[in-house]
Protein backbone atom coordinates (compact mmCIF):
# COMPACT_ATOMS: atom_id res chain seq x y z
CA UNK A 1 0.00 0.00 0.00
CA UNK A 2 0.95 3.42 -0.78
CA UNK A 3 0.87 5.90 1.94
CA UNK A 4 1.10 9.62 1.73
CA UNK A 5 3.64 11.22 4.34
CA UNK A 6 0.94 13.25 5.35
CA UNK A 7 -1.59 9.75 6.18
CA UNK A 8 1.63 8.23 7.76
CA UNK A 9 1.75 11.56 10.19
CA UNK A 10 -1.68 11.46 11.01
CA UNK A 11 -1.60 7.66 11.77
CA UNK A 12 1.68 8.15 14.01
CA UNK A 13 0.51 10.88 16.26
CA UNK A 14 -2.64 8.60 16.72
CA UNK A 15 0.16 5.88 17.41
CA UNK A 16 2.07 7.82 19.71
CA UNK A 17 -0.53 8.83 21.74
CA UNK A 18 -1.75 5.68 22.01
CA UNK A 19 1.26 4.37 22.88
CA UNK A 20 2.51 7.13 25.56
CA UNK A 21 5.39 8.27 23.60
CA UNK A 22 7.67 11.44 24.74
CA UNK A 23 5.81 14.46 24.65
CA UNK A 24 8.23 16.51 22.09
CA UNK A 25 7.44 13.63 19.97
CA UNK A 26 3.70 13.83 19.94
CA UNK A 27 3.61 17.53 19.42
CA UNK A 28 5.88 18.15 16.69
CA UNK A 29 3.72 15.26 14.61
CA UNK A 30 0.69 16.81 15.44
CA UNK A 31 1.85 20.15 14.61
CA UNK A 32 2.89 19.03 11.70
CA UNK A 33 0.26 16.70 10.65
CA UNK A 34 -2.91 19.66 11.33
CA UNK A 35 -0.40 22.76 10.96
CA UNK A 36 2.87 22.05 9.37
CA UNK A 37 5.85 24.50 10.84
CA UNK A 38 8.13 24.10 7.83
CA UNK A 39 10.99 25.57 9.12
CA UNK A 40 13.95 26.96 7.03
CA UNK A 41 17.42 28.22 7.90
CA UNK A 42 19.22 31.17 5.91
CA UNK A 43 22.18 32.74 5.90
CA UNK A 44 22.73 35.92 4.51
CA UNK A 45 26.73 36.00 3.20
CA UNK A 46 28.69 37.27 0.69
CA UNK A 47 30.03 33.79 -1.68
CA UNK A 48 31.59 33.28 -5.06
CA UNK A 49 29.58 32.56 -7.79
CA UNK A 50 29.51 31.82 -11.14
CA UNK A 51 26.49 31.65 -13.78
CA UNK A 52 27.83 29.50 -15.72
CA UNK A 53 29.87 31.70 -18.37
CA UNK A 54 31.89 34.56 -17.45
CA UNK A 55 33.90 35.42 -14.35
CA UNK A 56 33.88 34.50 -10.56
CA UNK A 57 32.45 37.15 -8.83
CA UNK A 58 31.36 38.10 -5.40
CA UNK A 59 27.93 38.14 -4.93
CA UNK A 60 25.61 38.51 -1.57
CA UNK A 61 23.61 35.76 -1.23
CA UNK A 62 21.53 33.17 0.90
CA UNK A 63 23.13 30.04 1.98
CA UNK A 64 26.04 30.76 -1.08
CA UNK A 65 23.63 30.41 -3.82
CA UNK A 66 21.83 32.19 -5.91
CA UNK A 67 19.06 32.44 -6.66
CA UNK A 68 18.47 31.83 -3.12
CA UNK A 69 16.81 28.24 -2.18
CA UNK A 70 13.54 27.46 -3.09
CA UNK A 71 10.58 27.41 -0.50
CA UNK A 72 7.87 25.42 -1.36
CA UNK A 73 5.20 24.64 0.56
CA UNK A 74 1.68 23.61 0.61
CA UNK A 75 -1.37 26.12 1.36
CA UNK A 76 -2.09 27.01 5.01
CA UNK A 77 0.91 25.34 6.58
CA UNK A 78 3.17 28.03 8.14
CA UNK A 79 6.64 29.18 6.97
CA UNK A 80 9.42 30.08 9.80
CA UNK A 81 12.36 31.35 8.29
CA UNK A 82 15.34 31.78 10.59
CA UNK A 83 17.97 34.35 9.20
CA UNK A 84 20.80 35.12 10.10
CA UNK A 85 23.05 38.04 9.06
CA UNK A 86 26.65 37.28 7.84
CA UNK A 87 26.61 40.41 5.62
CA UNK A 88 28.92 43.28 6.06
CA UNK A 89 25.78 45.71 5.86
CA UNK A 90 22.00 45.45 7.88
CA UNK A 91 19.33 43.13 5.86
CA UNK A 92 15.24 41.87 6.11
CA UNK A 93 13.87 39.82 3.83
CA UNK A 94 10.14 40.42 1.89
CA UNK A 95 7.94 38.02 1.20
CA UNK A 96 6.66 39.70 -1.98
CA UNK A 97 3.30 39.51 -3.15
CA UNK A 98 2.31 37.25 0.14
CA UNK A 99 -0.23 39.30 2.26
CA UNK A 100 1.84 38.80 5.68
CA UNK A 101 1.28 39.77 8.97
CA UNK A 102 2.87 43.86 9.30
CA UNK A 103 5.61 42.87 11.56
CA UNK A 104 6.65 40.10 9.16
CA UNK A 105 6.85 42.20 6.17
CA UNK A 106 10.36 43.01 6.16
CA UNK A 107 10.79 46.66 5.48
CA UNK A 108 13.67 48.51 7.41
CA UNK A 109 12.23 51.49 9.04
CA UNK A 110 8.78 50.71 8.20
CA UNK A 111 7.73 47.35 9.57
CA UNK A 112 11.24 46.33 11.41
CA UNK A 113 14.46 47.57 12.35
CA UNK A 114 17.12 45.92 9.71
CA UNK A 115 19.10 42.92 11.12
CA UNK A 116 22.11 44.21 12.05
CA UNK A 117 25.18 42.36 10.71
CA UNK A 118 25.59 39.44 12.99
CA UNK A 119 22.30 39.29 14.12
CA UNK A 120 18.99 36.87 13.61
CA UNK A 121 15.70 37.60 12.79
CA UNK A 122 13.11 34.92 12.78
CA UNK A 123 9.90 35.65 10.20
CA UNK A 124 6.97 33.54 10.53
CA UNK A 125 3.46 33.56 9.12
CA UNK A 126 1.13 31.29 7.23
CA UNK A 127 1.24 30.52 3.99
CA UNK A 128 -1.50 31.79 1.84
CA UNK A 129 -3.02 32.15 -0.94
CA UNK A 130 -1.90 29.93 -3.19
CA UNK A 131 0.98 31.39 -5.90
CA UNK A 132 3.99 31.75 -7.15
CA UNK A 133 5.86 34.62 -5.22
CA UNK A 134 9.90 36.03 -4.23
CA UNK A 135 11.26 36.66 -1.63
CA UNK A 136 13.83 39.36 -1.15
CA UNK A 137 15.96 41.42 0.73
CA UNK A 138 14.64 45.31 1.16
CA UNK A 139 17.80 46.89 2.22
CA UNK A 140 19.29 49.39 0.06
CA UNK A 141 20.79 47.48 -2.98
CA UNK A 142 20.79 43.93 -1.94
CA UNK A 143 18.25 42.83 -3.82
CA UNK A 144 20.23 43.63 -7.02
CA UNK A 145 23.25 42.02 -5.11
CA UNK A 146 21.94 38.78 -5.29
CA UNK A 147 19.82 37.89 -2.48
CA UNK A 148 16.36 36.80 -3.76
CA UNK A 149 14.76 33.64 -4.55
CA UNK A 150 11.55 31.34 -5.33
CA UNK A 151 8.75 31.37 -2.92
CA UNK A 152 6.25 29.05 -4.10
CA UNK A 153 2.77 28.34 -2.60
CA UNK A 154 0.97 25.19 -3.69
CA UNK A 155 -2.62 24.67 -3.55
CA UNK A 156 -4.09 22.22 -1.19
CA UNK A 157 -6.16 19.89 -2.83
CA UNK A 158 -4.16 20.82 -6.23
CA UNK A 159 -6.69 22.75 -8.19
CA UNK A 160 -4.60 22.52 -11.82
CA UNK A 161 -3.21 19.11 -13.46
CA UNK A 162 -0.07 19.24 -15.59
CA UNK A 163 2.61 16.76 -15.90
CA UNK A 164 5.48 18.41 -15.01
CA UNK A 165 6.53 21.88 -13.77
CA UNK A 166 9.56 24.28 -14.53
CA UNK A 167 10.41 27.61 -12.37
CA UNK A 168 12.31 29.64 -13.75
CA UNK A 169 13.26 32.74 -12.27
CA UNK A 170 14.70 35.81 -14.36
CA UNK A 171 17.55 37.78 -12.68
CA UNK A 172 20.03 40.82 -14.33
CA UNK A 173 23.56 40.86 -13.42
CA UNK A 174 26.95 42.36 -14.53
CA UNK A 175 29.68 40.33 -15.21
CA UNK A 176 32.23 42.63 -16.75
CA UNK A 177 34.22 44.94 -15.04
CA UNK A 178 34.26 42.16 -11.79
CA UNK A 179 31.30 42.03 -11.97
CA UNK A 180 28.65 41.44 -9.06
CA UNK A 181 28.75 44.00 -5.74
CA UNK A 182 31.47 46.06 -6.88
CA UNK A 183 29.21 47.08 -9.93
CA UNK A 184 26.33 48.05 -7.81
CA UNK A 185 28.08 50.22 -6.24
CA UNK A 186 28.18 53.02 -8.96
CA UNK A 187 27.29 56.52 -8.03
CA UNK A 188 25.84 58.71 -11.14
CA UNK A 189 27.82 61.10 -12.79
CA UNK A 190 28.58 64.31 -11.32
CA UNK A 191 26.31 66.37 -13.85
CA UNK A 192 23.33 64.13 -12.77
CA UNK A 193 23.57 65.64 -9.29
CA UNK A 194 22.92 69.43 -10.21
CA UNK A 195 19.37 69.14 -9.41
CA UNK A 196 19.75 68.65 -6.09
CA UNK A 197 20.54 71.71 -5.25
CA UNK A 198 17.14 72.70 -7.01
CA UNK A 199 13.81 73.08 -5.46
CA UNK A 200 13.31 70.58 -2.44
CA UNK A 201 15.01 67.51 -4.09
CA UNK A 202 16.65 65.85 -1.04
CA UNK A 203 19.07 62.76 -1.44
CA UNK A 204 17.56 59.96 0.05
CA UNK A 205 21.04 58.43 1.05
CA UNK A 206 23.92 59.98 1.60
CA UNK A 207 25.95 61.01 -1.89
CA UNK A 208 23.05 60.95 -4.13
CA UNK A 209 21.32 57.91 -5.52
CA UNK A 210 23.11 54.70 -7.19
CA UNK A 211 22.74 54.85 -11.14
CA UNK A 212 21.40 51.81 -12.55
CA UNK A 213 24.05 49.48 -13.92
CA UNK A 214 24.44 48.25 -17.30
CA UNK A 215 23.72 44.50 -16.88
CA UNK A 216 25.46 42.08 -19.56
CA UNK A 217 24.41 38.80 -17.89
CA UNK A 218 20.88 37.51 -18.17
CA UNK A 219 20.39 34.53 -15.52
CA UNK A 220 17.78 32.17 -15.42
CA UNK A 221 18.03 30.08 -12.21
CA UNK A 222 21.33 31.88 -11.68
CA UNK A 223 23.23 30.66 -14.86
CA UNK A 224 23.67 32.46 -18.51
CA UNK A 225 22.95 30.63 -21.67
CA UNK A 226 24.52 28.45 -23.30
CA UNK A 227 25.29 27.35 -19.38
CA UNK A 228 21.50 26.08 -18.77
CA UNK A 229 20.30 22.95 -19.14
CA UNK A 230 17.58 22.56 -21.19
CA UNK A 231 13.84 22.34 -20.37
CA UNK A 232 13.28 18.85 -21.05
CA UNK A 233 9.18 17.22 -22.05
CA UNK A 234 7.83 14.90 -23.43
CA UNK A 235 5.86 15.06 -26.48
CA UNK A 236 1.99 15.39 -25.14
CA UNK A 237 2.91 16.83 -21.85
CA UNK A 238 0.98 19.65 -20.12
CA UNK A 239 3.92 21.51 -18.83
CA UNK A 240 3.53 24.31 -16.31
CA UNK A 241 5.84 27.11 -15.94
CA UNK A 242 6.33 29.54 -13.25
CA UNK A 243 7.99 32.75 -14.66
CA UNK A 244 9.09 34.81 -11.69
CA UNK A 245 11.17 38.23 -12.52
CA UNK A 246 13.46 39.06 -9.66
CA UNK A 247 15.26 41.76 -12.04
CA UNK A 248 16.36 45.23 -10.54
CA UNK A 249 15.83 46.61 -13.55
CA UNK A 250 14.66 44.73 -16.34
CA UNK A 251 11.34 44.05 -18.28
CA UNK A 252 11.35 41.46 -20.36
CA UNK A 253 9.47 40.12 -23.79
CA UNK A 254 9.60 36.61 -23.48
CA UNK A 255 8.57 33.87 -26.39
CA UNK A 256 8.63 30.59 -26.66
CA UNK A 257 10.09 29.12 -30.50
CA UNK A 258 7.63 26.77 -31.59
CA UNK A 259 5.03 27.42 -29.31
CA UNK A 260 2.15 30.01 -27.96
CA UNK A 261 2.17 30.40 -24.53
CA UNK A 262 -1.17 30.11 -22.16
CA UNK A 263 -1.10 32.33 -18.93
CA UNK A 264 -3.08 30.88 -16.31
CA UNK A 265 -2.09 32.76 -13.35
CA UNK A 266 -0.97 36.79 -13.33
CA UNK A 267 1.37 37.34 -9.59
CA UNK A 268 0.46 33.40 -9.06
CA UNK A 269 -3.62 34.56 -9.16
CA UNK A 270 -5.80 32.96 -11.22
CA UNK A 271 -7.38 33.70 -14.61
CA UNK A 272 -9.17 32.86 -17.82
CA UNK A 273 -6.69 31.36 -19.53
CA UNK A 274 -5.26 33.41 -22.21
CA UNK A 275 -2.97 32.30 -24.95
CA UNK A 276 -0.01 34.98 -26.29
CA UNK A 277 3.27 34.55 -28.65
CA UNK A 278 4.90 37.50 -25.98
CA UNK A 279 4.63 37.64 -22.86
CA UNK A 280 5.61 40.91 -20.88
CA UNK A 281 6.72 40.78 -17.67
CA UNK A 282 8.05 43.79 -15.06
CA UNK A 283 10.29 43.36 -11.72
CA UNK A 284 8.45 42.09 -9.13
CA UNK A 285 5.73 40.31 -11.59
CA UNK A 286 5.00 36.74 -11.86
CA UNK A 287 3.03 34.83 -14.10
CA UNK A 288 2.17 31.21 -14.57
CA UNK A 289 1.90 30.02 -18.13
CA UNK A 290 0.76 26.29 -19.48
CA UNK A 291 2.60 24.97 -22.83
CA UNK A 292 1.41 21.66 -24.46
CA UNK A 293 4.31 19.71 -25.49
CA UNK A 294 3.01 19.33 -29.25
CA UNK A 295 5.55 20.35 -31.62
CA UNK A 296 9.01 17.95 -31.28
CA UNK A 297 12.06 19.92 -31.31
CA UNK A 298 14.89 21.77 -30.08
CA UNK A 299 13.48 25.47 -28.79
CA UNK A 300 14.61 28.21 -27.63
CA UNK A 301 12.35 30.64 -25.10
CA UNK A 302 14.51 34.40 -25.52
CA UNK A 303 13.74 37.79 -24.75
CA UNK A 304 13.16 40.19 -26.96
CA UNK A 305 16.83 42.26 -28.71
CA UNK A 306 14.14 45.07 -28.94
CA UNK A 307 15.75 48.29 -26.62
CA UNK A 308 19.06 46.59 -24.07
CA UNK A 309 20.20 43.58 -25.18
CA UNK A 310 17.87 41.39 -23.25
CA UNK A 311 18.06 39.04 -26.19
CA UNK A 312 20.63 37.28 -23.90
CA UNK A 313 18.30 36.22 -21.77
CA UNK A 314 17.84 32.11 -23.22
CA UNK A 315 16.32 28.91 -22.16
CA UNK A 316 16.38 25.96 -24.47
CA UNK A 317 13.49 23.99 -24.31
CA UNK A 318 13.89 20.13 -25.89
CA UNK A 319 11.79 17.70 -26.48
CA UNK A 320 13.15 13.87 -25.07
CA UNK A 321 13.92 11.65 -28.02
CA UNK A 322 15.15 14.70 -30.04
CA UNK A 323 18.65 14.23 -30.75
CA UNK A 324 20.90 17.16 -29.44
CA UNK A 325 21.01 20.32 -31.70
CA UNK A 326 20.74 23.90 -31.80
CA UNK A 327 18.09 25.29 -30.43
CA UNK A 328 15.73 26.98 -32.73
CA UNK A 329 15.27 30.69 -31.43
CA UNK A 330 11.77 32.96 -31.40
CA UNK A 331 11.30 35.42 -33.98
CA UNK A 332 9.46 38.78 -32.90
CA UNK A 333 7.96 40.68 -35.89
CA UNK A 334 5.36 42.56 -35.74
CA UNK A 335 1.67 41.30 -35.82
CA UNK A 336 2.36 39.04 -32.76
CA UNK A 337 0.29 38.85 -29.66
CA UNK A 338 0.90 40.28 -26.52
CA UNK A 339 -1.13 40.00 -23.76
CA UNK A 340 -1.80 43.10 -21.79
CA UNK A 341 -3.36 43.40 -18.62
CA UNK A 342 -6.81 44.49 -19.89
CA UNK A 343 -6.89 41.35 -22.09
CA UNK A 344 -6.96 39.40 -19.07
CA UNK A 345 -10.62 38.67 -16.29
CA UNK A 346 -10.74 36.80 -13.15
CA UNK A 347 -11.33 33.13 -12.81
CA UNK A 348 -13.24 31.44 -11.04
CA UNK A 349 -16.16 32.22 -8.69
CA UNK A 350 -16.21 36.01 -8.70
CA UNK A 351 -15.10 37.65 -5.24
CA UNK A 352 -13.92 40.61 -5.75
CA UNK A 353 -14.99 44.09 -5.39
CA UNK A 354 -18.68 44.83 -5.06
CA UNK A 355 -19.03 48.41 -3.01
CA UNK A 356 -17.19 51.44 -4.83
CA UNK A 357 -13.98 52.93 -3.65
CA UNK A 358 -14.51 55.29 -0.54
CA UNK A 359 -10.89 56.50 -1.06
CA UNK A 360 -8.99 57.80 -3.63
CA UNK A 361 -5.39 58.75 -4.02
CA UNK A 362 -3.58 60.67 -7.12
CA UNK A 363 -0.25 59.12 -7.46
CA UNK A 364 1.56 60.85 -10.09
CA UNK A 365 4.93 59.23 -11.10
CA UNK A 366 8.04 61.40 -12.82
CA UNK A 367 11.77 61.52 -12.93
CA UNK A 368 14.13 60.95 -14.99
CA UNK A 369 15.32 63.91 -17.53
CA UNK A 370 18.54 65.43 -16.03
CA UNK A 371 17.33 64.01 -12.27
CA UNK A 372 18.83 60.68 -10.53
CA UNK A 373 15.63 61.42 -8.33
CA UNK A 374 12.12 59.57 -9.20
CA UNK A 375 9.12 60.79 -7.04
CA UNK A 376 5.74 60.18 -6.33
CA UNK A 377 3.23 63.14 -6.10
CA UNK A 378 6.42 65.51 -6.46
CA UNK A 379 8.05 63.84 -3.56
CA UNK A 380 10.46 61.47 -2.57
CA UNK A 381 10.82 59.13 0.21
CA UNK A 382 11.27 59.21 3.12
CA UNK A 383 10.20 62.80 2.94
CA UNK A 384 6.95 60.88 0.73
CA UNK A 385 3.33 60.86 1.62
CA UNK A 386 1.72 58.58 3.90
CA UNK A 387 -1.58 57.40 1.95
CA UNK A 388 -3.92 56.87 5.26
CA UNK A 389 -6.83 54.16 5.06
CA UNK A 390 -9.62 53.13 7.18
CA UNK A 391 -9.69 49.31 8.15
CA UNK A 392 -12.39 48.21 5.70
CA UNK A 393 -12.62 50.26 3.00
CA UNK A 394 -11.51 50.33 -0.86
CA UNK A 395 -8.90 52.66 -1.99
CA UNK A 396 -8.59 53.45 -5.42
CA UNK A 397 -4.95 54.62 -6.92
CA UNK A 398 -4.93 56.46 -9.70
CA UNK A 399 -1.54 56.71 -11.36
CA UNK A 400 -0.01 58.65 -13.44
CA UNK A 401 2.95 58.52 -15.46
CA UNK A 402 4.68 61.58 -16.65
CA UNK A 403 8.15 59.96 -17.26
CA UNK A 404 9.53 58.05 -20.08
CA UNK A 405 10.42 55.04 -18.29
CA UNK A 406 8.01 52.12 -17.63
CA UNK A 407 7.60 51.61 -13.47
CA UNK A 408 6.38 48.27 -12.03
CA UNK A 409 4.38 49.44 -8.98
CA UNK A 410 3.84 47.29 -6.23
CA UNK A 411 1.61 47.33 -2.90
CA UNK A 412 2.67 45.44 -0.35
CA UNK A 413 0.30 43.47 2.21
CA UNK A 414 -2.68 43.87 -0.24
CA UNK A 415 -3.68 42.32 -3.34
CA UNK A 416 -5.56 44.65 -5.79
CA UNK A 417 -7.67 44.88 -8.76
CA UNK A 418 -6.56 46.46 -11.65
CA UNK A 419 -9.12 48.49 -12.98
CA UNK A 420 -10.61 47.59 -16.37
CA UNK A 421 -13.48 49.98 -17.47
CA UNK A 422 -14.46 47.31 -20.21
CA UNK A 423 -15.54 44.59 -17.54
CA UNK A 424 -17.75 44.52 -14.32
CA UNK A 425 -15.57 44.76 -11.23
CA UNK A 426 -15.79 40.84 -9.81
CA UNK A 427 -13.95 40.74 -13.39
CA UNK A 428 -11.44 42.61 -12.74
CA UNK A 429 -7.81 40.83 -12.52
CA UNK A 430 -5.82 40.66 -9.17
CA UNK A 431 -2.12 41.33 -9.04
CA UNK A 432 0.24 43.06 -6.38
CA UNK A 433 2.15 44.51 -9.19
CA UNK A 434 1.72 46.71 -12.35
CA UNK A 435 3.65 48.51 -14.90
CA UNK A 436 2.26 52.13 -15.63
CA UNK A 437 3.74 52.63 -18.31
CA UNK A 438 5.10 56.20 -20.27
CA UNK A 439 2.35 58.77 -20.63
CA UNK A 440 -0.15 55.98 -19.28
CA UNK A 441 -3.05 56.53 -16.44
CA UNK A 442 -4.00 53.29 -14.99
CA UNK A 443 -5.87 52.85 -11.88
CA UNK A 444 -5.89 49.85 -9.38
CA UNK A 445 -8.27 49.15 -6.25
CA UNK A 446 -7.72 47.29 -3.06
CA UNK A 447 -9.84 46.26 0.33
CA UNK A 448 -7.68 47.62 2.96
CA UNK A 449 -7.73 44.59 5.17
CA UNK A 450 -4.31 43.72 6.47
CA UNK A 451 -3.63 46.83 9.41
CA UNK A 452 -0.12 48.23 9.20
CA UNK A 453 2.24 50.33 7.74
CA UNK A 454 2.21 49.11 4.43
CA UNK A 455 5.71 50.25 1.65
CA UNK A 456 4.19 51.04 -1.84
CA UNK A 457 6.95 51.78 -4.49
CA UNK A 458 8.13 51.13 -8.22
CA UNK A 459 9.90 48.03 -8.36
CA UNK A 460 12.59 49.30 -10.22
CA UNK A 461 14.66 48.84 -7.64
CA UNK A 462 17.01 51.98 -8.54
CA UNK A 463 13.99 54.35 -8.84
CA UNK A 464 12.72 53.29 -5.23
CA UNK A 465 16.30 53.74 -3.97
CA UNK A 466 15.78 57.19 -5.56
CA UNK A 467 12.71 58.16 -3.91
CA UNK A 468 9.60 56.59 -5.57
CA UNK A 469 8.23 55.12 -2.82
CA UNK A 470 5.69 56.04 -0.16
CA UNK A 471 3.17 54.46 2.33
CA UNK A 472 -0.09 53.29 3.38
CA UNK A 473 -1.12 53.37 6.51
CA UNK A 474 -4.01 52.58 8.38
CA UNK A 475 -5.74 54.89 10.77
CA UNK A 476 -5.11 54.27 14.39
CA UNK A 477 -1.62 52.19 13.37
CA UNK A 478 0.89 52.36 15.70
CU1 LIG B 1 9.40 43.04 -4.07
CU2 LIG B 1 8.79 46.25 -1.77
O1 LIG B 1 9.08 44.65 -2.90
CU1 LIG C 1 10.18 53.18 -11.72
Same mark, same amino acid.
Request: proline share 10%; with cysteine; glycine share 10%.
Given at each position: ?255 ? %? ?43 ? %? ?176
Amino acid at each position: MKISRRAFLKTSVGAALAAGLPSFWTASAAAQSRHAVREFHFSASPARINLGTGPDFVAWTYNGQVPGPEIRVREGETIRVILKNYLPEATTIHWHGVPVPNAMDGVPGVTQPAVRPGGTFVYEFEARPAGTYIYHSHAKYQLDQGLYGPLVIEASPPRESYDREYSLMLEDWVMQDGGGISRTQRRPPMGMMGGMRHGRMRSPSPGGPLQEPFYDGYAVNGRVYPAISPLEVRPGERVKIRLMNASSATIYYLRL %AGHPLTITHLDGQPVRPVETDVLRIGMGERYDVMLTADNPGSWLL %AASEEGFGEGRLRVPLRYRGVRPQEPVPPTFRPGLRMATYQDFSAAGPPEGPADAAGRFYGQTLSGGMHSPFWSINGRLYPDAEWLTVRNGERVRLSYGNDSMMPHPMHLHGHFFQVVNPALPPNLWVTKDTVIVDPMQRLDIEFRADNPGHWFHHCHNLYHMEAGMANVVVYEGWG
